[in-house]
């Protein structure tokens, strides 16, 4: 049955992925324009973001994909297998996350595991739907993010348990990389070669890091367990309880400085993200996720919240 994408794509996409995609490039655009507009050395902050999504993010996703881990849908803009919009939701996450924790006195050596949280929740919110969002493509019946799994594997309403740590570590490695190469940057008297260096270097040794021995050891605990057993349930729980610890004990008294208009991205693309997905679940008809879809959101959402609340007042004299 021809649509009006007919007449656009040779290989039509699926509106509900394309309202999607289309939403999370005008984000990216609304970030960049806000890091041009208002950031200090905004070229560096935007070859941290273009670094992690085609030297890092994009080029895990691909692998995954080759060696049968996951596939998925279309899109009009793709970097090999994978839509450009998967990693640049995860670009997102990272940018505005250090963009949010920046503004805080909390020490450097919690903002990954912090950021990863952030990445988490938007995927508890985000991968459920993507699995079930499935059409009729001239390639084949797929779903817009395809898992391949076995039915007795650790998961989560169909979405495989290590899934979610994965999101920590993709944000947390190239947290701790970048941080290093902002911290040799200042200390180089910010040197334009170091600016121009680093944040490539930090993506490389990321993705290297990504796909060592210590990321299936922090997902399953290889080599003493396997993929799908019941340990995931166990690093799951690490992955969300060590960062939400970190935040309870050292946040609370903490000073900040005040946010304000000029930090709008850090609420609006964590917010609409999270809408997009509440949307189509109840559009979708897909009742069965819309319980996780809205906690993951609520708890996102209450987060940034309360770090507006605290930080839009300005920190008392010391």
């Not at 009006?4 to 990216?28: E, G, H, K, N």
């Amino acid at each position: 049955m021809e649509t009006f994408l007919s007449y656009i794509f040779a290989d039509p996409i699926p509106l509900p992925w394309l309202i999607q995609d289309t939403i999370v490039l005008i984000l990216s655009l609304v970030l960049v324009y806000f890091i041009i507009r208002y950031q200090k050395r905004p070229f560096i902050t935007i070859l941290e973001l273009v670094s992690f999504v085609f030297l890092y993010a994009s080029i895990y996703e691909n692998a995954a994909s080759v060696i049968g881990l996951y596939s998925f849908g279309r899109s009009y803009l793709m970097v090999g297998s994978v839509p450009l919009t998967v990693p640049l939701i995860e670009g997102l996450i990272l940018i505005t996350g250090f963009w949010l924790l920046d503004k805080t006195n909390l020490p450097n050596w919690t903002k990954p595991p912090i950021i990863g949280l952030f990445g988490m929740l938007q995927d508890f919110s985000l991968d459920p739907l993507a699995i079930r969002q499935v059409f009729e493509t001239t390639s084949g019946t797929s779903a817009r993010w395809n898992w391949y799994i076995h039915s007795t594997d650790a998961n989560i309403l169909d979405v495989p348990v290590f899934n979610f740590p994965g999101w920590m570590l993709i944000m947390f490695y190239a947290s701790v990389c970048l941080l290093i190469g902002r911290s040799l940057y200042k200390k180089s008297g910010e040197k334009l070669i170091v600016g121009l260096v680093y944040p490539v270097l930090a993506m490389v040794i990321s993705l290297l890091l990504m796909f060592s021995p210590l990321s299936t050891f922090l997902l399953w605990l290889e080599p003493f367990y396997a993929k799908g057993e019941f340990i995931e349930w166990v690093l799951l729980a690490f992955h969300l309880i060590f960062p939400s610890v970190l935040l309870l004990i050292l946040w609370k008294a903490q000073k900040t400085k005040p946010y304000t208009y000029q930090d709008l991205p850090i609420f609006l693309i964590p917010f609409v993200l999270h809408l997009s997905d509440i949307t189509f679940t109840i559009l979708g008809g897909f009742t069965e996720i819309l319980w996780i879809v809205i906690l993951a959101s609520m708890v996102h959402l209450a987060l940034l919240a309360t770090f507006w609340l605290f930080g839009k007042k300005k920190p008392k004299p010391v």
